[in-house]
């Protein structure tokens, strides 16, 4: 990945700030990316300034390693690498118009793990909506399957030791401008705007790289 060490920089998204409209719209995607994600990677670099042992960690080095950095910066860098991580895969995720359904080695994944795209979508849209606050619903591939689950705040499935294809931000600041409180409307509008092509990617990757 671009951009993978210390001092992290807000790469731009990779369509305008526009592009997702209607299903999202253009101000809170500047709010997400210019601010929310920026606080992220400030917040990250402010901390890694002052461990120059650590700078030459990646970002999922970081996150992985967590639990064995200084007890002093644990909590921080993990909800902040955390939060840079899930934020770019989430964006990256997304494009418009995109293709309706999965295709690929993954599509035939989804019918074997999930019965057919729709059983997927709608378990996947259960899990979404479970999500108690701030977080994240994420397909993942780990122990030769695809399975669905969700992270709290800031935490990534790559903790754990699975490999993510697919994410949504059920955080606030991801809808609230355009859809209010209703997270259920957000999920609808957000099937529309999957990148399918990059989540192919995203599982040849996790596939070819077994974990
Ligand atoms: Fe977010």
Not at 111 to 134: I, P, T
Not at 185 to 199: G, L, S
Request: hydrophobic fraction near 35%; glycine fraction near 4%; include cysteine.
């Amino acid at each position: 990945m671009e951009n993978n060490t210390y001092p992290f920089v807000n790469t731009p998204l990779p369509y305008e700030y526009n592009a997702l409209e209607p299903f999202i719209d253009e101000k809170t995607m500047k709010l997400h990316h210019d601010k929310h994600l920026q606080t992220y990677i400030d917040n990250l670099n402010s901390v890694m300034e002052k461990y120059p042992g650590l700078q030459k960690l990646s970002l999922e080095m970081l996150i992985r390693a967590s639990r064995r950095l200084p007890v002093q910066i644990q909590s921080t860098v993990s909800n902040n690498a955390g939060g840079v991580f899930n934020h770019r895969f989430f964006f990256n995720g997304l494009t418009n118009p995109a293709s309706k359904e999965p295709h690929g080695k993954l599509s035939i994944s989804i019918n074997r793990f999930f019965s057919d795209y729709e059983c997927f979508a709608s378990e996947f849209k259960k899990a979404a909506l479970s999500v108690f606050g701030s977080g994240y619903a994420w397909l993942v591939y780990g122990n030769n399957r695809l399975k669905i689950v969700t992270t709290p705040n800031q935490n990534s499935p790559i903790e754990q030791g699975l490999c993510p294809i697919l994410c949504i931000d059920v955080w606030e600041h991801a809808y609230y401008l355009k859809h209010y409180n209703v997270r259920s409307e957000y999920i609808e509008d957000w099937f529309n705007i999957i990148n399918w092509e990059e989540a192919e990617q995203n599982f040849l990757n996790c596939i070819n790289h077994r974990k």
